[in-house]
């Protein structure tokens, strides 16, 4: 029987296999950052284990970062001492940092992939859960704990169970307007947070072979949102089109060789899986989410459903939606376009689209964050950071920002933030904040209009 | 870690499903760099209001349940965010198991990794448990994970209420719990397997 993508790269990897247990698999690459790496650092000092390959780790300061006035000194001290703590950790082990304001610095999935350090057939961990996003090479990239953490520091390995293969298919033709955060958000919403939990899930189909890599990052990103831990696309001439010439691919023969092993790697045609989803891309809408999962997600121009159980209650009355009712004409505050999911060059590029020769509404704060310097740096290059300008926007420096609301970057209680990130959860963009989930070209439609509007029938018709 | 081998004591009911790990444990709490002092915040944002007040309706902060050390809760636990601050805060807290009946799983994963254990019941064993524990706060529930038997027996509307169900539990991760091993440790020890696998891989 044939084999699936991850299982070519799953066997490629395991070390060891205990007997009526988990199985040893070989990291190949280990990205951290300053939140979930501190209390593997001191486990490790405790118990006088040195780090194992020091080399096949790459540091980056994002989450717990200001994106503003970043050339001065961190303002809250306890991130100041967070940010020290990683600085510290990674000269001591011979660790490479790209700290705040370095050219390569960014969210930690934004800046690998751009260095060529994400490659296909892979293994790949960090103590962040988005880690799927790397998937969309066709490498096995997952979120960990920090313990785990502490494991691969000291023996570059983890102990593992293979997780259940779970494969999505999406055959047709997109929508105009609808973006790859669309295609995620609806496949979501129509299988549930938890479809994916236990498995790993290929996204097959020629919606997914026709997007470019960074729509691919987008959608793999989310795989956790619907529990799997992580999300894989077959690598194609796309794939080896994007890492070639990058910073850290391999170059000349070193590439054409890997190319060469890369091919090998996409499921083989009699291969099977454990669970199967197909979807018609003909039924996906421009999509936006109204509960506080981001399984609660409806077509822009749908009706919230009417009842359900005592958790969805919970969820709209936090929200402050009622069912039956239309998310359309909703006055909106605040808009945040950014993330892991959302922050890359082509979704500036899209909402720089709708943006040009606009204006902002007056009553929109709306915080655009770059995922990385190398995006600010193209941002600039392309004459974007003008357009954002005119319309009235200001740009602020890369980090994570109000996807997860640790720095100052928190949206006040009770509003509203359409936002391009990942999580609508409760408080998730600050306590009592009310989160909206939407694709970049929603998010930069609702900032001049003030209000969510229905972009199928304005632009688009 | 601490060994788990059994456990009986009173529960905490929470029936919300899809609890993430951002209810657990709000991000702005993550920014200490050692493991102390989660368990003050867990649940932060349900256990007090935005000025601070005590939500008295919260069962973390009902006086029924204060000294109870299970914590039982709605289908697909510990979804969402990786940070293994949740089970810290747990922990931390001074709970030692969580009943649900369906945990995401980079939570599952942490808690055992930190001793805390995570018990994946039927739904209507779950429901059952939800009401005894609601019904009467003095429930007691036996947890034995060398058998991997969890019970309960409680009294409500004048009648003896009772449960029983065997749960699953990976193998190593049980022989880790009872006697407080970690992974570290074993992969240490296999560190020339892993260097000898190292020479043979691919690289480019």
Redesign the interface.
């Known amino acids: 029987m044939g084999k699936t993508l991850f299982d070519k790269v799953w066997d ?2 395991v ?2 296999t ?1 007997p ?3 199985q ?1 698999l ?1 990291i190949d690459k280990h990205l951290i950052h300053e ?2 790496s ?2 593997a650092f ?2 490790l000092e405790a ?1 006088g ?1 040195p780090i ?1 390959r020091p080399d096949q780790i790459v540091a980056t300061a994002d ?2 970062t200001p994106t503003v006035n970043q050339h001065l000194p961190v303002q ?1 001290p ?2 100041r ?2 940010l020290e ?1 990683l600085t510290k950790n990674c000269e001591k082990h011979g660790i490479t940092l790209y700290g705040l304001g370095h050219q390569y610095n960014g969210i930690v999935h934004v800046m690998a992939p751009e260095l060529g350090i994400t ?1 296909p ?1 892979m293994t790949m961990v960090c ?3 988005h ?1 799927s996003t790397h998937g969309a090479f066709g490498s096995i990239a997952f ?6 953490v ?2 691969v520091f ?6 593992l ?1 293979k ?1 259940k293969s779970l494969r999505v298919t999406v055959n047709g033709t997109l929508r105009p307007g609808v973006l790859p955060k669309d295609v995620i958000l609806y496949i979501i919403s129509q299988i549930g ?2 479809a994916g ?2 498995y790993f899930c290929e996204y097959a189909g020629n919606v997914f072979q026709d997007m470019s890599m960074e729509g691919r990052m987008t959608v793999c990103n989310m795989s ?1 949102e619907m ?1 799997a ?1 992580g999300g894989m696309i077959a690598p194609d001439q796309t794939t080896f089109d994007y890492i070639e010439g990058k910073k850290f691919a ?1 170059q000349g023969d ?2 054409a ?2 190319v060469s ?1 890369w091919k090998t790697l996409p499921t083989d045609t009699d291969a099977t899986f454990d669970k199967e989803y197909h979807f018609d891309a003909a039924d996906i809408a421009p999509m936006l989410t109204y509960g506080t ?1 981001p399984g609660m997600g409806i077509k822009i121009n749908e009706h919230i459903p009417e009842t359900g ?3 969805f209650e ?1 969820a709209l009355e936090y929200m402050n939606f009622k069912g039956g009712s239309q998310l359309l004409d909703t006055t909106i505050n605040y808009v945040f376009i950014g993330s892991c999911t959302n922050s890359r060059i082509e979704d500036f590029r899209v909402a720089a689209s709708y943006v040009k020769g606009k204006q902002k509404a007056p009553n929109v704060n709306a915080w655009l964050v770059p995922g990385s310097q190398q995006v600010v740096k193209q941002l600039e290059e392309e004459g974007l950071v003008e357009v954002f300008e005119n319309a009235g926007f200001t740009l602020r420096e890369p980090g994570c920002s109000a996807c ?3 720095n100052d970057d928190k949206i006040p ?1 009770g509003e509203y933030c359409v936002s391009t990130s990942n ?1 609508n ?4 963009q600050g ?2 904040s009310r989160t909206i989930l939407a694709s970049p070209l929603v998010a930069a439609a609702t900032a001049i209009e003030g209000k969510i509007v229905d972009i199928t029938k304005t632009i688009l018709a | 870690m601490e060994k788990f081998t059994t456990l009986t004591t009173t529960a905490i009911p929470l029936p919300i499903e899809n609890i993430d790990t951002d209810q657990i444990i709000p991000a702005r709490f993550l920014k200490a760099t050692d493991k102390k002092g989660f368990g003050d915040n867990v649940f932060r944002d349900w256990r007090y209001d935005a000025e601070g007040n005590l939500n008295e309706e919260f069962p973390l902060n009902a006086p029924q349940y204060a000294t109870a050390q299970i914590l039982v809760a709605g289908d697909n636990f510990g979804c969402g965010s990786s940070r293994e601050h949740a089970a810290w805060a747990i922990a931390g807290y001074g709970l030692k198991v969580v009943i649900s009946s369906f945990f995401a799983d980079i939570f599952k994963g942490n808690a055992l990794n930190n001793g805390l254990l995570p018990i994946q019941v039927t739904p209507d064993f779950l429901n059952q448990l939800l009401t005894c524990v609601q019904e009467n706060p003095k429930t007691k529930i036996t947890v034995d994970l060398e058998n991997q038997i969890v019970e309960y027996i409680g009294i409500y509307n004048e009648q003896i209420q009772k449960g029983k169900e065997s749960f699953d539990i990976d193998p190593y991760k049980k022989v880790c719990l009872i006697n407080g091993y970690d992974d570290i440790d074993f992969l240490v020890s296999k560190k020339e397997t892993i260097e000898a696998f190292e020479k043979e891989r691919m690289v480019f």
């Open positions: 490629a990897h070390v060891d205990i009526n247990g988990p040893i070989y939140v979930t501190p209390q001191n486990e118990r284990i194992a989450h717990n809250d306890l991130s001492n967070q703590q490659q057939g103590g962040d859960s880690t979120g960990i704990g920090t313990s785990q502490a494991q000291a023996s570059q390995s983890l102990l169970k997780p947070t938890n939990t236990g956790i529990g831990r391999p070193a590439f060789k890997a092993y999962n159980d005592m958790t919970k997860l609301a640790m209680s999580r959860f409760e408080g998730r306590q009592g």
